[in-house]
């Protein structure tokens, strides 16, 4: 994490350059160094005003057009109505502490979580499919010698047992003959 403000310039053209690593970036990866706990400012090219809120604002805003958005219309329209009001400059802060206590709370759930399971609930997760699909392989091996096991039992027409799939024991050497009226690769009717 960075101990000084990373600053990110914004140009009229609305690109957006990173001093730090001098490129310019797109707004997924101002998103990206949200995530990654980075400390950063957007100002103004020209101006140097701040627009840090206002790319957050983006940001958000396009990701609430995408998939299962997280403010409702509800809302939405409660906050639009505290603008103005008497009790705007008490709901930032409100909203502010109510996120950090949701985190807290998310956190300590996770702790408690981990303890009574002993591990994170994607370990279970990704354990549980693991599970799932040595099972699933299982079924199938199963089925597959079964089936095998059930061609190797049949007596073939002339009287002998099957050879399993290798075709050996045919005068033809290939796979034993079809039935009258079976299809290629199909199943034969009985």
């Known amino acids: 994490m960075a101990t000084s403000n990373r600053i990110i310039k914004k140009y009229p053209n609305r690109r957006l350059y990173d001093t730090e690593i001098s490129?310019?970036?797109?707004?997924?990866?101002?998103?990206?160094?949200?995530?990654?706990?980075?400390?950063?400012?957007?100002?103004?090219?020209?101006?140097?005003?701040?627009?840090?809120r206002s790319v957050l604002l983006q940001i958000i805003a396009e990701h609430e057009q995408q998939g299962a958005p997280m403010f409702s219309v509800p809302l939405l329209t409660q906050i639009i109505r505290f603008y103005g009001d008497a009790?705007?400059?008490?709901?930032?802060?409100?909203?502010?502490?109510?996120?950090?206590?949701?985190?807290e709370q998310q956190q300590q759930f996770r702790k408690q979580l981990t303890s009574v399971v002993g591990q994170t609930p994607w370990a279970m997760l990704n354990d549980l499919t693991t599970r799932n699909m040595d099972l699933w392989q299982n079924l199938?091996?199963?089925?597959?010698?079964?089936?095998?096991a059930r061609t190797a039992a049949k007596p073939a027409p002339d009287g002998n047992a099957a050879a399993g799939n290798s075709g050996a024991g045919h005068a033809h050497g290939g796979a034993p003959p079809r039935p009258v009226g079976a299809k290629s690769g199909g199943k034969s009717p009985r």
Not at 28 to 39: A, K, W, Y
Not at 91 to 96: K, V
Not at 140 to 148: D, F, G, H, I, M
Request: proline letters at 2%; glycine letters at 6%.
């Open 87 to 103: 009790l705007q400059g008490l709901m930032g802060p409100y909203l502010e502490r109510s996120m950090q206590v949701f985190l």
């Open 23 to 52: 490129s310019y970036i797109t707004l997924e990866e101002v998103r990206q160094l949200v995530l990654d706990g980075e400390i950063f400012e957007v100002r103004d090219a020209k101006t140097n005003d701040d627009l840090t």
């Open 140 to 148: 199938q091996r199963s089925l597959v010698e079964s089936a095998n």
